[in-house]
Every structure is written in C-alpha cells, then in structure tokens.
C-alpha cells in the first residue's frame, strides 16, 4: 500500500521514512525495489544516506517542478504493467508472483516530502496513482501533501506529544529512532555493488524441453528455440527460418559470447534431432571451448547434431574458405534437387521428398572477422562466398550464425549492404558496438549475462531484452550432451575435430586406410603418393597421382628439416601400401644428417623394397638409374632423395661421360615414362634450379612441388601459372602443394606427423 505522514514532528516523520525505506531496501532481493525522491525544501537532503543507491540506478531524484512529470510516469508504469504483464490473468503483482514463483517487476517506491500546492492534473495523477498503484507494484511514501482516503493508504500520525496510526484518532505506536546513518549509507552501497554486478545467469535447464518432449520438433518451416528469460519471466524465443534467415552476434570480450553461443545451440539441439538440424562450428579465436561438442579424451560423448567442429584456426583462414565451399556445394545440391522436384522452398522439398536427408544447416563462425580480414584471394572469395549464402541460403535451410567481440568484424561486412541485409535478427551483449541500427544503444546500459536480441535488422522497436542462462561451464554442458549422445542412432558417426594446433598422423588418415593392393594381386597402374592433409572439411590427403607420363616427379622446396621428411615420408609409405612386396622399388639417398632418423626409419620398415644411399653412393643411384632407362617401362622405381642438393659437389663430378646432376636431369626428364618417379627435398627454390642447370633452366619435369619456408615470389612464373608466384607465406608446419595437372591454384596442406 501506501503511507501518509503528517503532524509537526519533522524528526519523527523522518525517522520513519528512513526505517521504512531501509527495511524495504534490505530485505528484499538486491535491485528489487526501485525509489524515486521528490524533496523540493531540502534538495534530496532527507534521502542523502540512500544515495549510493544512485550509482545502480536504484535511486534517481526529481527537482523542484519535476512532481508532474514524476506521476505521468508512474501512472504509465501502472498502464504497463496491467496491459503487458498482469494482462488480464492476474489482479496484482503479488498474485502472479504466487502462482509463478517470479516477480517479472520491481517495488517502485516514490518518496514525496513537501512541495507546493498540486494542481488538478497533478492531482488527478496522485489519486490514480493511490487507487491502482499498490497492485502494480507502485507505493508513495507522502509528507506534505494530502492522499484521498483509500484503503490502500496507512497514515501515520506524528507529533510533539506522541505519534499514531490511523490518523490523529488512531492507535498510539512509538516510533523506532532512525537507523544509523552508517548502516543505511553502508547497506545501500552493499546493495548497489551486488547490482552493479548483474544479476545471477537464468537456470539452463529453463531453456530445455521436458526429456520426453526432446526431438520431437520439426524443422521444415524453421528453427524455434528459446535463448534466454525476458524481464517478464517469459522466454525470448529465436527464430531462423525464411525470416529471419541469419543471425549476427557481437560484444566485447567477456560479455559472454561463447556461453550465448552454447545456451543457444543447447536449447535447439535439445528440441530437434539430428535429422532436423546439423551444426558446423568454426572458432578463429584461440580457444578450445567448442571442442566439447566432438567426441575427447576426457569425454567420450559429442553433440549428434555436430558434423564440424574447428578450433584454434587463426591462423588457417584457409579451413573457414574450405567450410563456406562446403556450403555452397550443399546449396547447389539442395537447389538442384528443389528444381528437380519443381519446388523453391526447404519444406516444399521435404514435403515432395520424405525419404531425403535435408536437415537445416547453421553454420555459426566465431570471430569472422578474421576470415575476411586483409585483401588477398583468401578474403575476396570468402566474402563472395558469404555473399551468395546469405542471399540464398534461407529458401534452403541454410542458416550462418557470424559472432564478433571486435567492431572490426562488423566493418568488414560494412562495405557489402546486401550481406549485411541478410542479417536480420542481431544479438547485442553489454557494450556491444555496431550490431545494432545507430541510434539503438539499448546494449550500452545491459547488465552482465544479458542480451539484446532483434528480429528487426537492430531498430529500436525490435529489442527484446533477454536474460542468457549459464550453460558454457562443464558440468551444465556435459548433463545435456551426454543425455542427447545416448539419444543417438547407433550409425551415427561423431563430428569431426579439426584442430590447427594438432597434427594430423598418416595412420589415421581415412585416404590411406583405404590403399590397397590391388585385388588381382598387380601393381597399381596410377600409384598415389599421400602428402599431408589438406585443409578442408573432410580431412581428404593432398594425392599425388604418378601414372606414366611427363613431369610426374615431386620436389619439396624449403629448409624446415622436420616438414621435408614427413612429406617424403608419407609420400613413400602410402606408395609401399599399393604395391605387392617385391614389385617395386624404393631407393632411399641421405644425404643430411638431420634427415637421418626418419630415412632410417623408412628404410627399415620398407625391409626388401629399400636400398640405401649417401653423398658417397648417390652418384652410382644415378648413373644405374639413368642407364636403366634405354630400355621399355620397368618395375614401378622410387628415387626418394633427402636434400639432394646437399649432394651437389658430388653430383658434379663426371662419372663416365656425364655428371650425377646430367644424369639427375634425365631421370627427371625420361624416367616417369618408364615408371620411375624422382621425389626429392631441396632446400631452396635457387639450389633446385642450380641442379637442373641454373637460372634459366626448364622446369616443367618438376611437375608437383610442395613449397614450406619457401616464399610465392621465390616460386615465379617457371613453376606457377601466371606472373608473380602464389600467395603464400611461410607457416609453421603447413606447406602449400602445386600440381600442374590438376591445380589451377596452390593447395595448402599440413604434412602428416612423425610415423613412429
């Protein structure tokens, strides 16, 4: 209700007013109870031990000629709340909050202390307000004016000789002293602290269907999921479908992005299937946090809707290209199956074609921008790719979800308004910049764990304001996934794990597994040579095909010791794989002793196939290779030379009529024909060129080359289509592989770790 205060005892009217207002503050839930003061004699001064209050907005003051505007407001505060929360169900806040275990709006308290005479609309306000106000929520505390009689109001009495309640003929009370002034100041700057902390995350679990509701959505018209609790207690649902069809999330670091992210997918993931809805998952930050979704040392369950998950890719922006080519390959496949069945719609398809696989597909980037970033082909393509999803992914069921903690990702979008367009529903965390429309700063002023989420492409009048659950932490994440992962088909296969900080082994590389000799017992007529993996979505070997032809030979530029073996290594064991023992040959030559151990290695485990070589033999290697080569084609011959320029001064002295490096060049140029293949590791673009016969010299018997710490203008014209050399710059463990019979551009590639 309310309280009226009168009589001549100023002290004691505001010994109650203090007691009154610090109980209230006190007992209940920090930022539950809202005061506004309207003190025109004393300037705020008989409020002065709540102001810490102010620095959580808390406690806001009106001045001298503001009481007018004070009560159009809390009347509109009434209006409100009957309209939009009470609607019609419940007859006061106190009802709701019984029957729902939620109060959705503060205690709003008004402390009216003297003032001039009200005028008839201030008046007329001040009596809407008594009559109405209580069941909203919205109390005066009054000295100095009159309130109509209502059974609402408690009057309290108080003068020299004694104070009562009920008026001047009511009960005798005597009234507590005022609290201390310290522990008002003191407990209201607890209060503030605990609210300028934000309040506590909603519970995950209120995001998540009943376990016997869980899949049971459908997914043809879109995707419908809750993301967080609204200021009302009601869910702020999220939709992505044919609108809006694409999502944009941003705020600073640790506003809470990763955990948005995770509440989000777990309220779909929990309301649909894996047949209704798959996720590819891409982090450019370095972090590990998205891992938990694939399957893990520490926990073997993953997320059955996850098909992708990549972390740690900073650095190889080349995995994001290759996961928006993935896209757009489905994109094509869908709107060509749509066109087939003579339909444009993702539900129309489904609807013609039940036994399909068409499930939704959102792809959510975390950090985006750097997929964009810069102006070279890696960007430009991205963006064009970025371009065309956007635009006609949505009538497919093809849905990107791009997340930023930097104002740069969004200006990188800027300069593309038809992208940009395409994204519709716009997630705004604390602080965030750019996300929404410019004059929308509804996120500047939100507390921690919320959100500001928009349908409306970041107008104003789109702002849902959104409580986000915590559901990041492991013991939250890990109860729904495991619960989901024992919902799985039996066939289901777990997502696959790209990490750009791991290093992929040849063993478990699903293109070797499948060489094989073939089944007639014969030699393969194409062997392939593996080199590493490429960086792309489902982890496929860079294949080097050596059929009899021209130019089928390798050659590994660069210095890196370590990435050289392993690509010759790799290269030689899945070569052994597709051939019977004892159909061909490996000749291995050492030629730096820092290449020993794995040369080694290989020879041991290639036994009989193998024959070694060192800077004082490799000049026999030569000429005997170079003279089996007058006659027809022989057994398949692999000459794998580890730093062959090492050997170079040997290589230069004329044995018989030609040199070790004339009959290198031959081997080179006439050996592929008779199925013998050259695959050699120099340390430098210049010292290849200085053993085929300087500067000048042809290049085209090199027809493959795997590049490391070797930069693109080093690699020139000779190797490379086009002027300039590719673009490519040196990484670690990464090297950039070129076939000219099959590329038009480099392909970058991770060499395959150590086999033992």
């Keep these: 209700g309310h309280v009226h205060l009168s009589g001549d005892d100023r002290a004691g009217c505001d010994a109650v007013v203090a007691a009154l207002l ?8 920090p930022g539950a109870v809202r005061l506004i003061g309207y003190d ?10 709540f102001a810490p209050l102010g620095t959580a907005g808390l406690l ?4 001298p000629g503001g009481l007018g505007p004070l009560l159009d407001d809390l009347v509109e505060q009434i209006r409100r709340i009957n309209e939009t929360v009470l609607a019609g169900e419940y007859a006061s806040l106190r009802e709701l909050a019984a029957a729902t275990g939620r109060r959705p709006e503060p205690w709003r308290v008004a402390v009216l202390l003297g003032g001039e005479e009200l005028n008839r609309h201030e008046r007329g306000q001040l009596d809407r307000v008594v009559r109405a106000g209580a069941a909203c929520g919205v109390h005066l505390v009054v000295h100095g004016a009159v309130l109509p009689e209502d059974p609402t109001v408690t009057r309290v009495a108080a003068g020299v000789s004694g104070a009562r309640i009920g008026g001047s003929a009511g ?7 005022p609290p201390p002034a310290a522990l008002v100041t003191e407990t209201c700057r607890d209060v503030a602290a605990r609210v300028n902390a934000g309040p506590p995350p909603a ?3 209120d995001l998540l269907p009943p376990p016997e509701l869980m899949w049971r959505e459908d997914s043809a018209d879109g995707l419908t999921a809750p993301i967080g609790e609204g200021p009302h207690g009601r869910p702020v649902r999220v939709t992505l479908g044919d609108y809006p069809p694409h999502a944009l999330i941003g705020g600073p670091s640790g506003t809470g992005k990763t955990n948005l992210i995770f509440a989000w997918i777990g309220a779909l993931a929990a309301r649909y299937s894996p047949a209704e809805l798959e996720f590819y998952l891409l982090d450019f930050k370095e972090g590990v946090s998205f891992a938990r979704f694939a399957q893990g040392r520490r926990d073997p369950s993953w997320l059955p809707h996850m098909r992708l998950v990549g972390i740690n890719v900073n650095t190889d922006r080349e995995f994001g290209l290759a996961l928006l080519r993935f896209l757009a390959e489905e994109l094509r496949r869908r709107a060509d199956a749509a066109k087939k069945h003579e339909v444009t719609k993702l539900a129309e398809l489904r609807a013609v074609d039940p036994t399909g696989h068409w499930p939704r597909i959102v792809a959510v980037v975390d950090e985006f921008q750097m997929l964009l970033a810069g102006r070279d082909v890696v960007a430009r393509e991205a963006a064009d790719l970025l371009e065309d999803l956007a635009r006609r992914g949505r009538s497919q069921g093809i849905h990107l979800v791009l997340a930023s903690q930097d104002v740069r990702g969004i200006e990188a979008l800027w300069g593309r308004p038809a992208l940009v367009a395409q994204f519709t529903l716009r997630i705004a965390l604390p602080k965030a910049l750019r996300i929404l429309a410019e004059r929308n700063d509804a996120a500047q002023s939100l507390p921690r764990w919320h959100a500001v989420v928009n349908a409306e492409s970041g107008m104003v009048e789109g702002n849902e304001v959104a409580r986000i659950p915590s559901a990041s932490d492991w013991e939250t994440w890990s109860g729904l996934q495991h619960r989901l992962w024992l919902m799985r088909a039996p066939d289901a296969a777990p997502a696959r794990l790209f990490d750009g900080d791991a290093i992929p082994r040849l063993s478990d590389a699903p293109d070797f597994r499948a060489l094989a000799v073939p089944p007639d017992g014969s030699g393969p007529r194409n062997p392939v040579a593996l080199l590493g993996e490429i960086i792309d979505v489902q982890s496929r070997s860079a294949a080097l095909r050596l059929p009899r032809a021209p130019g089928r030979n390798l050659a590994v530029l660069g210095t890196r010791v370590d990435e050289a073996c392993a690509v010759l290594d790799a290269a030689a064991r899945s070569l052994a794989r597709q051939h019977p023992p004892g159909t061909a040959r490996f000749s291995i030559a050492c030629l730096d002793a820092d290449a020993d151990p794995v040369a080694r290695a290989l020879y041991d485990d290639l036994a009989d196939d193998a024959a070694w070589y060192d800077e004082e033999t490799v000049g026999e290697l030569m000429a005997e290779t170079a003279d089996g080569l007058s006659g027809g084609p022989g057994s398949p011959h692999y000459l794998l030379l580890f730093a062959v320029d090492a050997a170079a001064g040997a ?16 081997v080179l140029h006439d050996g592929p024909e008779r199925r013998t293949h050259v695959l050699a590791w120099w340390r430098g673009v210049a010292r290849m060129r200085a053993d085929l016969g300087g500067p000048a010299a042809r290049t085209d018997q090199i027809g493959a080359w795997v590049a490391l710490d070797a930069h693109g203008g080093e690699l020139g014209s000779s190797l490379y289509p086009g002027t300039g050399g590719p673009d490519w710059y040196p990484r670690p463990w990464r090297g950039l592989f070129f076939d000219r019979a099959v590329h038009r551009t480099g392909q970058v590639i991770i060499p395959y770790g150590p086999t033992r």
């Excluded at 025109?40 to 031990?49: R, S």
């Excluded at 290589?651 to 031959?666: F, I, K, P």
């Design 22 to 29: 610090l109980r209230a503050v006190g007992r209940a839930d």
């Design 40 to 49: 025109p004699d004393q300037l705020g001064g008989g409020l002065a031990g």
């Design 60 to 63: 806001t003051f009106v001045g």
């Design 171 to 177: 009960l005798p009370v005597r009234l507590d002293p």
């Design 203 to 205: 519970p995950f679990t």
């Design 651 to 666: 290589l230069a002295v004329r044995a018989g009529r030609r040199t070790g490096l004339e009959q290198l060049r031959r």
